[in-house]
């Protein structure tokens, strides 16, 4: 503790930021929902660019899977509360942040949370928890930042009066109330999130259709891989740097993916050409998901 100083720990980002700028971040609550993958990356960045007063909440313990990607998955921490865990290495980077915990009672303390954390970081891959927390947003008046289910790195904006991707991706419980969402709905609602990423990316190019049919279809996790969850983890920390400051990011709430192999950005299609591959991407995963 005595170590630590928060001028000297964020000097070096002058030049980036004014100093008055550095004064906005340190004040800024954040929420970050999902502390694995992309939502640790993302915790690791914004807590070390200085926001100093976050909010966090996983239902899931570290496992041996998750060290290929989570930056706080080691051997000592494998089968320990990722959320409790995620906080003391958080702590360690600034032992004067304020930290809170939730597990699975986040959900029911959403209204609590989002009505003191108005930047919010989805880093969970739970579709019903997802559908909630945009619905609360909505209400709340938060800026959720996200990223699709891609295997390229990608992000997106939606701020308060965006429309939710629920109703941008046309999914099956748009409207209906949420007791009323089936687990057939949150599967069609998986399908076509993929069907906008393959619309609207080259991230068909990058990956085993054999075994992303299996995800599709639920029968195995979801394939992930360290550069690209936290590159994708990063950029949501820029988003949300560029929301703590008022400045115009780079994604907007249709966002946009990375290439790190072509070295380009690839943006959503336009509304025309967007349709006709479509209809040619919803053939080919019917057709794909019929193989599994």
Same mark, same amino acid.
């Given at each position: 503790? /005595?170590?630590?100083?928060?001028?000297?720990?964020?000097?070096?980002?002058? $030049?980036?930021?004014? &100093?008055?700028?550095?004064?906005?971040?340190?004040?800024?609550?954040?929420?970050?929902?999902?502390?694995?993958?992309?939502?640790?990356?993302?915790?690791?960045?914004?807590?070390?660019?200085?926001?100093?007063?976050?909010?966090?909440?996983?239902?899931?313990?570290? /496992?041996?899977?998750?060290?290929?990607?989570?930056?706080?998955?080691?051997?000592?921490?494998?089968?320990k509360s990722k959320v409790y865990t995620t906080k003391e290495q958080?702590?360690?980077?600034?032992?004067?942040?304020?930290?809170?915990?939730?597990? &699975?009672?986040?959900?029911?303390?959403?209204?609590?949370?989002?009505?003191?954390?108005?930047?919010?970081?989805? $880093?969970?891959?739970?579709?019903?928890?997802?559908?909630?927390?945009?619905?609360?947003s909505a209400e709340h008046n938060c800026t959720v930042i996200d990223?699709?289910?891609?295997?390229?790195?990608? =992000?997106?904006?939606?701020?308060?009066?965006?429309?939710?991707? /629920?109703?941008?991706?046309?999914?099956?419980?748009? $409207?209906?109330? #949420?007791?009323?969402?089936?687990?057939?709905?949150?599967?069609?609602?998986?399908?076509?999130? =993929?069907?906008?990423?393959?619309?609207?990316?080259?991230?068909?190019?990058?990956?085993?259709?054999?075994?992303?049919?299996?995800?599709?279809?639920?029968?195995?996790?979801?394939?992930?891989?360290?550069?690209?969850?936290?590159?994708? $983890?990063?950029?949501?920390?820029?988003?949300?740097? #560029?929301?703590i400051l008022g400045k115009r990011g780079g994604a907007d709430d249709?966002?946009?993916?990375?290439?790190?192999?072509?070295?380009?950005?690839?943006?959503?299609?336009?509304? #025309?050409?967007?349709?006709?591959?479509? #209809?040619?991407?919803?053939?080919?995963?019917?057709?794909?998901?019929?193989?599994?």
């Open positions: 503790m /005595e170590l630590f100083d928060y001028m000297e720990f964020t000097n070096r980002n002058i $030049g980036f930021v004014t &100093e008055e700028e550095q004064d906005i971040i340190k004040s800024t609550q954040i929420f970050v929902c999902g502390v694995g993958g992309m939502g640790g990356a993302c915790a690791n960045s914004i807590i070390r660019m200085g926001v100093s007063n976050i909010a966090i909440a996983d239902i899931d313990k570290f /496992e041996v899977s998750n060290l290929n990607r989570q930056l706080f998955a080691n051997l000592d921490t494998v089968n958080l702590l360690r980077i600034n032992p004067e942040l304020k930290i809170t915990c939730y597990e &699975e009672e986040w959900v029911d303390n959403i209204d609590k949370i989002f009505e003191k954390h108005k930047i919010v970081i989805n $880093g969970t891959d739970d579709t019903l928890a997802t559908l909630l927390m945009y619905r609360k990223a699709y289910a891609s295997p390229l790195p990608s =992000v997106y904006v939606v701020k308060p009066n965006d429309p939710r991707p /629920e109703e941008r991706l046309n999914f099956p419980t748009t $409207g209906k109330i #949420f007791n009323a969402i089936t687990n057939d709905d949150i599967d069609e609602c998986v399908l076509r999130e =993929v069907e906008y990423v393959m619309t609207n990316s080259s991230s068909v190019k990058y990956i085993d259709l054999d075994i992303a049919a299996e995800f599709i279809a639920g029968k195995r996790s979801r394939m992930s891989l360290a550069p690209m969850v936290i590159t994708a $983890g990063n950029m949501m920390a820029y988003e949300a740097l #560029f929301t249709r966002g946009y993916f990375w290439n790190p192999e072509k070295g380009k950005i690839e943006r959503p299609r336009n509304i #025309f050409s967007a349709l006709i591959i479509r #209809f040619i991407v919803k053939r080919f995963l019917r057709k794909l998901l019929k193989s599994v």
